[in-house]
């Protein structure tokens, strides 16, 4: 799935564009320059997604004091803005797709001949948001931040029944950022035993090497945040990569994957000439 002997690295914008296509063009133009695989957003209807408690609450944006509700609906693009990325896209050209938090939303980004789709840790335990992406024929991308094992088994046991063989799962903490003692990298060998399936991984901390370190406990998905700066406006600005370091975290991860190699012991030919001058 996705890659078979590499790593498969996609630029999440999500809302750090803040609603200015000018943004959203030159962060595609970073994720191609840098050599990553997709790039991703986040797709929603907020009069189904914003939860009750939360339409109301007074937030300061750079457009005005106004309701989340009414910041949701800034935040997402029309179907002719996302007609526009599919197009600018193809020009480069590189992948696309979404993570999608509601039923219209998938609707809407069948529309487009998107790799995957993604399923937001959110949306995890949505059993039948899960089923209607399992029944698409997508391959798809699960995200299981903020979730119980109880509730990937379920979600898992949907994804294995309607879309057999035709998902990965990432590990990811739900946290921007998220501290270097709760990314608990090791839950990828977890979930690589306990499901069988390709894992990758989703990281929201600061700096690189936890990504890297991912790779060499066997993530073959790399998904990060990326910004054009950290002090831009919005609440994942900070936890994002800048331009300069999706080339180096993309640079490091290709080095760690040829490292480390296939785990069958051989004597390599370069050696082979030591082994005769020091050997006999």
Not at 191 to 196: A, D, I, V
């Amino acid at each position: 799935m996705f890659k078979e002997d590499g790593i498969y690295l996609i630029s999440e914008i999500g809302i750090n564009h803040n609603a200015d296509m000018q943004v959203v063009k030159k962060l595609i133009d970073a994720t191609f320059a840098c050599g990553w695989d997709c790039v991703k957003f986040q797709k929603r209807n907020p009069e189904k997604c914003v939860p009750e408690s939360q339409r109301g609450v007074l937030k300061d944006t750079p457009w005005g004091r106004m309701t989340y509700l009414e910041y949701k609906k800034r935040m997402e693009f029309s179907e002719s803005q996302y007609d526009y990325i599919d197009a600018y896209c193809k020009e480069k050209p590189l992948s696309w797709t979404a993570s999608v938090w509601d039923r219209d939303s998938l609707d809407f980004i069948l529309k487009y001949d998107v790799p995957f789709i993604k399923i937001p840790s959110p949306m995890l335990s949505k059993a039948e948001l899960v089923k209607a992406i399992a029944d698409t024929g997508k391959p798809i991308i699960m995200s299981t931040g903020m979730s119980t094992v109880e509730e990937i088994d379920n979600s898992v046991l949907i994804l294995d029944s309607y879309a057999p063989n035709n998902y990965a799962l990432m590990h990811c903490n739900s946290t921007y950022p998220a501290s270097l003692e709760d990314l608990n990298l090791n839950m990828i060998k977890t979930l690589k035993e306990r499901y069988g399936c390709t894992i990758g991984y989703s990281g929201h901390e600061y700096g690189l090497e936890p990504t890297v370190i991912a790779v060499a406990l066997g993530a073959r998905i790399i998904e990060r945040h990326i910004t054009l700066d950290h002090n831009m406006w919005g609440t994942d600005q900070a936890a994002s990569l800048e331009v300069h370091a999706m080339d180096l975290l993309r640079k490091r991860v290709v080095e760690a994957n040829i490292c480390l190699g296939d785990g069958v012991k051989r004597i390599t030919e370069k050696e082979m000439k030591i082994r005769e001058k020091l050997k006999g």
